[in-house]
Each structure stands twice: as C-alpha cells, then as structure tokens.
C-alpha cells in the first residue's frame, strides 16, 4: 500500500516535471527549424533543420553589446558588494556597539524594499546624481546588500576568533584580517552569494528598462524584449526562440554544469 | 582593550586613552558607511521621498501645498481598483498553488537518486531564466490558433482560445506563467527543510498506524513551520515585483484585465508622468508589503532558532 503511493507520487511529479519541460523542449526544437514552418508548435517536427534563426538573431540583434552590458552590469554590481557586504558583515558578526540589533533590522528593510519597487523616487534620484541613463546608474540601487550582509554576518560568526586573534598577535589590522583571515575562511558563503547576485541581475528587466533609454546601454533581458517584440511582428517564431535561447543559455548551461552549487546557494538565500 | 580595538591599534590611528569612549565607533562607522551611504540613497531615502511626493499637490512653478488631493485622485481612479484587485487574485493565484505544488513536488521527490535529481533540475530551471525570456516562449505557447498550446489543444479537438487578449483569461495565464517559474525556487526550499524533519518521528508514526495525510499534517507541515515563515515574504515580495511579463506580453490589458499594483505605478510614472498618483500608488503598494510582510516575520520569529 505505502509502495504504491510512493509510485504514484513519482508518476505525477514526473507528468508535472515534463509539463514544465515543454517551453524548453520547444525553444530547442523551433530554433533549429529554418523558415516558417506551418507546424512550428510541433515538438516533433521531421524537418529540414539548421542553425538559420541563430545567425538570424545574432544579425538582427545588438547580442554582443547586450552581453557586454549585462557582463559589465553583473561584474560591477557583485565587486562594489563583495567589498560593502564583507565590512557591514565583519561589524555585525564581532564589534559591540549600542542599537546594533537596531542597525542591522534597518538594514535587512532592504530585503522587501527592492529597487523595482521603488521605481519612481529611485529614478529621480538617479538623475539629480546625473547616473540616469548609465551602466553605474542601473548598478548602483544594488550596491549595498542586505541580504549579502545578512549572509556574511553569519559566516563570520561561524569562524572561530582564534584565527583572528594570532593575526592580531601579528599586527594585523582590520582590512588585512577582513582580508586575508576571515574572508578565505568564508569562501563558501561568498561562492554562494556570487551564484545568488549574478543570477538576479542577469535576469532582471524592469530597474534597467527604466534606468536607461538609449540603445547603447542596454542589457540582454530589455534587448531581448525589443528584439522579440520585433520578430513576433514578423511570425519569425523560430528566430525568437534562436535570442531567448542566446540570453537564456549562459546561466541555463553553468546551472547544468555545477547543478549542486547553485541549487544549494539558492536554498541558503532564503535560509541563512 | 577589547579585541577591535587591539585590530586597530595596529593601525594608523594612535590610542589616546582619554578618547576611548569616542574612539570605539571609528571602526563601526567606517565599516558600516559604505552600506549606509548606498541604503540612504536608494532604500531609505526613496521611502521618505516617495512620501514627501505622495502629499505635495498642485505643484505650480516649484512650489507645492502638501494635502491628500493624490490620494483622492488615486483612490477616485478605477484603474488603480482594478490593480488593486487584480494584485490580490494574482498574489493568492501564484503563491497558494505554487507553494502546494512545490510541497507537493518537494514530497514526491525527496529521496535523491539520478530519476529523482533529473525530475527536480526540470522543474527548478526556469528560475534559471529571465521573466522575459520565459514570456518570450509563453508569447508563443498562448498564441491563437498557431501557438503551442491551441497546437495540441486542437488534436485533442479543442478550439482556438485567446488566452492573453479574452479579459476572462489573461489574468490566469499571466499567473500560470508566474507558477511555471517559481515553483522550483520554492520546492528547493520545502526540499531543504524536509530535510530536518527527523525520519524516525515519521516511521514512529507510522508503526502508530497514522497514515501519509496524518503524518503531512501532523509532523511534517508544523515542523516546516520556518520554511513557510521565510517563502511567504519572499512570494509576497515576486507578487508585487514579478511583472516583466506584464510589461512585455499583455501591458495591462486586454482592459485593465492583467494590470498590477507595480504596472500601475510605471505607467503613471513612465508613460503619463504624473509622479503624485505614482507616489501615493507606491506608498500603498509598500505598507501593504510591510504590514503583510510583518504578519509573516512573526512566524520566522517563533519559529527559526538563530545560531549565535
């Protein structure tokens, strides 16, 4: 009786799992389908197949500037925090000082008031610092990270003081023990935030869609929206699925490749 | 001398014993600053500003009256109802069954083996994407008539259906897309604390005769109690800011049927620049988050043990 629940179980969330494979299955299918096929929907299709539509989309979009922007953008965005997160971290995690708890329920506010959010005082406070319409400009809302230091705090804390106090022994000051003891020990955590950082900026879409106006400035996820806005006027499906794949496939294929990695930064996002 | 200290006496600054007191915030302050600075600027002034605005009316030549008149104007508005309401049917429409399903996934595929792993890296990548990308595809998929769906919908005898333009529809496909990405992120984390529930309490159970939906509801549902006390605000948070897919497929319509709380505030913002009805749209939009945010931390409260 209990083995055939177990099977069961297993046969919905397969069906489940394979329903949630279809747009997937199709983007794959349909962009190696040259031309116009009647059948496009088809996940089966006999044919012709070539790599028409990624040569299509490579051409028609601006992809090596997005991916450029979108690089420089993530890149940016994750060393100004690694560099914020470690030293908030480093005062929470081990100085003593009045209204600390205080301080630092202040700071995790920023987990619910996302920049997307607030849009509109976000943007004007871009332009009066003459950010608007730059890479630093969609950068800079996310420079301090609530939940980096959130994270940070408790790694620091996990890390036995002994090690802090034979450097100290040593003369070492707190940027060279940030530095060169603690943050080491705390590769793990900052492996974890990277994953975590660079996934949602790769993928946001509202805050740079606002942030900037001209073309040369955008990223992947609002070129894409204007890419496809154009070649679904045209029902060139196939070279849709060709662009969402070129801005879907970077993070897709290192989520494949260090599977573990990733889902087990994930879960600590919302844990630690 | 305390530890920080002795750190910093190390450094360039001398130890002047009659400034002690004064002296043991240049380390806090210093570290703390480069946070605060991007904080002020992006979290918490915004908050006191989108205030400000949200009371400055008839603002004429630089200056302005303070008074509700935005607030009358928003809540006399029947596309901010209409937002309003569809936020809430899209909140409860994404996250109860996105949640349920994640459990329910979570549950079915706890043991790990390759069949298992396989199953859970499929539902879990469209996390992985951009909500455009994703709308890109669904853009497709819902087509009339060509798109995927009517595709196999029409061998099964099913006619052509207008999934974004009916105003019946839209606003559940727009939230079917919303639970196809989101439930792997939640089912990591229902996997994660499945993990602590202690495997012998459920075989005890068990061998007490209690079936699978007594052992679910008395042990494992109170147990994951955390879980849910830190997913709930997360979803709260997707619920208010997930609308890419809004702004790429549907643009609130067809008739205001798919327009959200955060549509709504970038449409009077970027498209009709009327930044007062924007303000006070934003200043609900953000205490309904923090009151309903604050409903949950109280459950993180009780239920999380923080290491120290």
């Known amino acids: 009786m209990r083995a055939d629940g177990r099977l069961w179980a297993l046969i919905a969330a397969s069906a489940t799992a394979l329903m949630w494979a279809v747009p997937f299955a199709w983007m794959a299918v349909a962009s190696l389908r040259p031309g116009v096929p009647?059948?496009?929907a088809s996940l089966t299709p006999s044919g012709p197949f070539g790599l028409s539509n990624f040569a299509e989309a490579w051409t028609s979009g601006s992809f090596?500037?997005?991916?450029?922007?979108?690089?420089?953008?993530?890149?940016?965005?994750?060393a100004v925090q690694l560099v914020t997160i470690s030293m908030a971290g480093y005062a929470f995690a081990r100085l003593d000082f009045p209204g600390r708890d205080l301080v630092f329920a202040l700071f995790l506010l920023q987990l619910l008031l996302i920049p997307p959010l607030l849009i509109v005082p976000n943007l004007a406070t871009l332009v009066s610092l003459h950010l608007y319409d730059t890479l630093p400009g969609i950068m800079a809302p996310y420079f301090a990270s609530a939940f980096g230091v959130f994270l940070m705090r408790q790694n620091f804390r996990a890390i036995p003081k002994d090690f802090e106090e034979a450097a100290m022994l040593d003369g070492a000051g707190v940027p060279v023990l940030i530095r060169h003891v603690l943050l080491p020990l705390a590769r793990p955590g900052l492996v974890a935030f990277a994953i975590v950082s660079v996934t949602a900026h790769w993928n946001e879409f509202l805050w740079p869609l606002m942030a900037v106006s001209s073309p040369k400035n955008q990223v992947l996820t609002v070129g894409l929206a204007s890419f496809t806005s154009g070649a679904e006027a045209g029902s060139a499906w196939g070279v849709v699925a060709a662009g969402t794949f070129f801005v879907a496939a970077p993070l897709l294929i290192l989520f494949l490749v260090f599977q573990r990695r990733f889902i087990s930064s994930f879960v600590y996002s919302g844990i630690k | 001398m305390s530890i920080e200290e002795r750190a910093l006496g190390?450094?360039?600054?001398?130890v002047i014993t009659a400034r002690r007191r004064s002296y043991r915030w240049l380390p806090v302050v210093t570290l703390l600053a480069p946070s605060l600075v991007f904080l002020g600027l992006f979290t918490y002034g915004p908050v006191l500003r989108v205030l400000g605005e949200s009371f400055a009316v008839g603002r004429f030549a630089g200056e302005h009256a303070i008074g509700l008149g935005n607030y009358h104007r928003l809540f006399a508005d029947p596309h901010f109802a209409r937002a309003a309401f569809n936020n809430v049917v899209f909140a409860l429409g994404t996250i109860v069954p996105s949640l349920v399903l994640a459990l329910a996934l979570a549950l079915a595929l706890r043991d790990t083996n390759r069949f298992t792993a396989l199953l859970r890296t499929l539902v879990v990548m469209p996390l992985l994407i951009p909500l455009v990308a994703a709308a890109a595809l669904f853009s497709f998929i819902l087509l009339p008539g060509d798109g995927l769906l009517d595709f196999y919908l029409h061998k099964l005898g099913i006619g052509m259906v207008n999934w974004l333009g009916d105003t019946d529809l839209a606003l559940g496909s727009v939230i079917a897309i919303t639970v196809w990405k989101n439930t792997g992120y939640y089912m990591l984390f229902f996997l994660a604390g499945l993990a602590g529930v202690p495997q012998d309490l459920l075989d005890a159970a068990t061998i007490d005769g209690a079936g699978a939906w007594r052992r679910l509801r008395s042990i494992t549902l109170p147990?994951?109690?955390?879980?849910f006390g830190f997913i709930v605000p997360i979803a709260l948070v997707n619920a208010l800011t997930q609308i890419d897919h809004v702004v790429t497929m549907t643009q609130g319509g067809p008739s205001d049927a798919t327009n959200l709380l955060l549509y709504y505030i970038y449409q009077q913002a970027?498209?009709?620049?009327?930044?007062?009805?924007?303000?006070?749209?934003?200043v609900i939009s953000v205490a309904a988050l923090l009151s309903l945010s604050l409903i949950s931390f109280r459950l993180i409260e009780r239920g999380v043990h923080y290491e120290s």
Request: proline share 10%; hydrophobic share 45%.
């Open chain 1, 38 to 40: 009647p059948d496009i």
């Open chain 1, 64 to 78: 090596p500037l997005w991916y450029l922007n979108t690089l420089l953008m993530c890149g940016g965005i994750l």
């Open chain 2, 10 to 14: 190390a450094g360039a600054v001398p």
């Open chain 2, 223 to 227: 147990l994951l109690g955390p879980t």
């Open chain 2, 270 to 282: 970027a498209q009709n620049y009327d930044t007062g009805l924007a303000s006070a749209a934003t």
